[in-house]
């Protein structure tokens, strides 16, 4: 059994699963803003030759929603209700995503962790395709 | 750069619904042909068209217009999700002010009922995939969280909002949704939550429809028209969005506010005018919450006001400055490209002194904006002489 990120590029996949993955960014060399996703051209300055840079695993939270009909991409997942949030990462890109976790859990400015959460499993393979989520630091964990 | 001597020649709409039954050709026919027989004139007239549509297929445009005639004019399509109808008006409105064209069409045309989920989702994978695992609600729904929690906004003024515009959407023929009775605030908090804090009742619905503005050379307009009070496009100001720090790459998102701001200015500096020469505007009402923002970033009352300017009712007809008298996004319908054409459909009728019913009175100036996929945004304003 093995986890593949539903695309490569975006986020990693550490072998070890109590290990917290972290989003595939981007620095510039010449102004030093970070993006995610990556990218080649700074958006602030224009420079090219973006450096890649991993970001997070942590964040705080800007703005959430609580959505009560069913997940956009059915096709992966049936749920009933949903957080959403766009989180603002240390290093300064604010990253948009689903969040894990009921609708009392949420509140604007508390701090979360990246996460992943398994889409669908290959029954042929044991093959989990995965995504980031992310959810709330849970209490007392080591900073 | 202000637009001269262009001036609207006429309109027509397919009133939005759901038009599942139908082909987008007839839509697009039937919408063409209310335009051309409002401004007299035949295909024939028609130097060049510019086709809105937001699907992605092939040449649909030019197959729809093959149904209102095959004369070999210039079509070229424009697709910039929900500000896709103004967008076209715009080249419609240079092509002919550039004097390239002294008579141009634009006509949108979509049916939200086809696309799968609603707009923004479930096409391909990939990237895709990733950007499209979020309802269109959520993400404005994130906007009004971040006002509640800086401006002490509550659901209630969103609700005020909506129930507005389905009220306005009561006394226009072309409005989808015609309510029998006064909507009140109560009846749109007590609709389905969808992504807190907007209800069912808040947000637009998926519809299908076509709309088509004619414009031409301002002679022409006055030799075909006489007697007709003459509605000029004044100003046509299309931004994307300006890096700034925390923007948000991935994922359906709104864009920056600033967006609109700047694009209003630039729009009331190519006119000449300011928001106090505005008699009524339009705007993305998609989710009632964004228009409570919009009344602060075209510049009709200070940030933080928004609130105060609603619940006074200035915005309500019969108010100072009152927005989408036809219902808006809320209750005419949000087909996605035809939507900005169905505003100008109205606006000239408001400008003409022909909107019965709803009449602004003595309005001589009007405001369209739209945002389109949170990455674009236009501000276009309108005069009658």
């Known amino acids: 059994m093995t986890r ?53 695993p942590r964040g705080r939270l800007w703005t959430w929603t609580y959505v009560h009909v069913p997940l956009f991409a ?15 990462l240390p290093e300064g890109p604010r990253v948009q995503a689903i969040l894990v976790g009921g609708r009392d859990d949420f509140e604007i400015g508390m701090e979360l962790e990246l996460d992943l959460e398994t889409l669908r499993v290959d029954e042929s393979t044991g093959d989990e395709t995965v995504i980031f989520r992310f959810r709330p630091l849970a209490e007392g964990a080591a900073r | 750069m202000r637009i001269e001597g262009a001036a609207i020649a006429g309109s027509g709409m397919v009133r939005f619904g759901n038009h599942r039954d139908r082909s987008l050709a007839s839509l697009a026919r039937d919408a063409g042909l209310a335009a051309l027989h409002d401004a007299g004139m035949t295909l024939a007239d028609v130097d060049e068209a510019f086709v809105g549509y937001i699907q992605p297929k092939v040449l649909v445009g030019v197959k729809a217009m093959k149904e209102l005639g095959l004369t070999g004019l210039p079509v070229t399509h424009i697709e910039n999700a929900s500000a896709t109808g103004l967008v076209a008006l715009r080249e419609a409105a240079w092509a002919v002010a550039s004097g390239r064209a002294r008579v141009a069409m634009a006509i949108a045309f979509d049916k939200m009922t086809d696309m799968a989920g609603g707009g923004g989702g479930g096409r391909g994978a990939g990237r895709d995939e990733l950007d499209s ?39 226009c023929p072309m409005s989808h949704r015609r309510p029998d009775h006064t909507v009140t605030v109560e009846e749109v908090l007590a609709s389905q939550v969808i992504a807190e804090p907007l209800t069912a009742m808040m947000i637009c619905p998926a519809d299908d429809g076509a709309a088509c503005v004619i414009v031409a050379a301002d002679d022409v307009v006055r030799a075909r028209q006489p007697g007709r009070r003459i509605v000029r496009p004044v100003a046509s100001v299309l931004r994307s969005e300006t890096y700034s720090p925390g923007h948000t790459f991935l994922g359906p998102v709104v864009g920056p506010a600033t967006m609109t701001r700047d694009t209003a200015l630039a729009a009331y500096d190519d006119a000449g005018l300011g928001p106090e020469d505005v008699d009524l505007a339009f705007c993305h009402d998609a989710f009632a919450n964004e228009e409570i923002d919009y009344y602060e970033l075209l510049g009709f009352c200070p940030e933080g006001d928004g609130e105060k300017l609603l619940m006074e009712g200035e915005t ?22 035809p939507t900005g054409l169905a505003m100008v459909h109205e606006i000239v ?14 309005a001589r100036t009007a405001l369209a904006h739209l945002v389109g996929g949170g990455s674009v945004c236009t501000v276009n304003l309108f005069r009658a002489e």
């Open chain 2, 349 to 362: 009728q408001q400008l003409r002194g022909e909107a019965e019913g709803r009449q602004v009175e003595g």
């Open chain 2, 316 to 337: 309500t007809l019969g108010g100072r400055i009152p927005f989408n008298t036809d219902g808006g996004l809320i209750a005419r319908g949000h087909p996605g490209g």
């Open chain 1, 4 to 56: 593949i990120p539903i695309e490569d590029g975006y986020f990693t996949v550490p072998d070890d699963p109590t290990e917290r993955p972290r989003l595939l960014g981007s620095r510039c060399p010449a102004c030093g803003e970070h993006f995610f996703p990556r990218r080649h051209v700074c958006a602030a300055c224009l420079a090219e030759g973006c450096e890649d840079v991993e970001l997070g």
């Open chain 1, 74 to 88: 059915k096709k992966d997942r049936r749920v009933d209700a949903y957080g959403v949030g766009q989180v603002d």
């Open chain 2, 133 to 171: 695992t979020i309802l269109p609600a959520a993400y404005f729904a994130l906007w009004a969280q971040r006002r509640m929690h800086e401006r002490g906004t509550t659901p209630e003024h969103f609700a005020a909002v909506a129930a507005k515009n389905w009220n306005h959407g009561a006394l």
